[in-house]
Nanobody, 126 residues
Framework: QVQLVESGGGLVQAGGSLRLSCAASGRTFSSYVMGWFRQAPGKERELVATINKSGGSTYYADSVKGRFTISRDNAKNTMYLQMTSLKPEDTAVYYC???????????????????WGQGTQVTVSS
């Protein structure tokens, strides 16, 4: 089992940047495929980006491609999401998630993930 805690959310103006962190504790962090999801009010939770166990491969939603960067540091048991050129439509609660599934494919559905953090609010003002 792994416990996940997000941090780094806040209020930022459009065009600004934020970096989210997800600290993991418990079982070996490097044994999990990790992902960032977000959920805006009245909308379903959606994948933002995911990263394989070694950190060598990443996948992004089209809406954030070129603006967001997912990364992980297995030595520090931490995953990151660097967000740049933020837009009001990026406003949401951001969650980190982990799955112990094999990393030969990308897992884009929330129900593919076994563990979740509590979420951190990101608000982008226009």
């Amino acid at each position: 089992q792994v416990q996940l805690v997000e941090s780094g959310g806040g209020l930022v103006q459009a065009g600004g940047s934020l970096r989210l962190s997800c600290a993991a504790s418990g079982r070996t962090f490097s044994s999990y495929v990790m992902g960032w999801f977000r959920q805006a009010p009245g909308k379903e939770r959606e994948l933002v980006a995911t990263i394989n166990k070694s950190g060598g491969s990443t996948y992004y939603a089209d809406s954030v491609k070129g603006r967001f960067t997912i990364s992980r540091d297995n030595a520090k048991n931490t995953m990151y999401l660097q967000m740049t050129s933020l837009k009001p439509e990026d406003t949401a609660v951001y969650y980190c998630a982990a799955t112990g599934r094999l990393d030969y494919m990308w897992y884009v559905q929330p129900d593919s993930y076994d563990y979740w953090g509590q979420g951190t609010q990101v608000t982008v003002s226009s």
